[in-house]
């Protein structure tokens, strides 16, 4: 996700993030996301922020007004 995130801010207008179904709060612990940043950063704080940068990512895009992108969430 660091790395989408860097590649976003470095080529905005080349990169579209979208949200999906894993970064759903409930997804992201029977996934492993939990464990993962438990591993890699000793606390769970990142993950608070991880959910909440998740929250404010689109379910759809339009690519070069050709190319429509859909995620579906439940």
Do not use: C, Q
Not at 16 to 45: A, P, V, W
């Amino acid at each position: 996700m660091e790395l989408l995130l860097d590649l976003k801010i470095k080529y905005p207008d080349h990169i579209t993030l979208l949200r999906g179904n894993h970064e759903l709060m409930e997804i992201s612990f029977s996934f492993g996301l939990y464990n993962e940043i438990i591993k890699k950063y000793g606390n769970s704080e990142v993950l608070e922020y991880f959910t909440d940068l998740f929250d404010y990512l689109p379910i759809a895009a339009l690519i070069e007004s050709k190319i429509f992108v859909f995620r579906w969430t439940k």
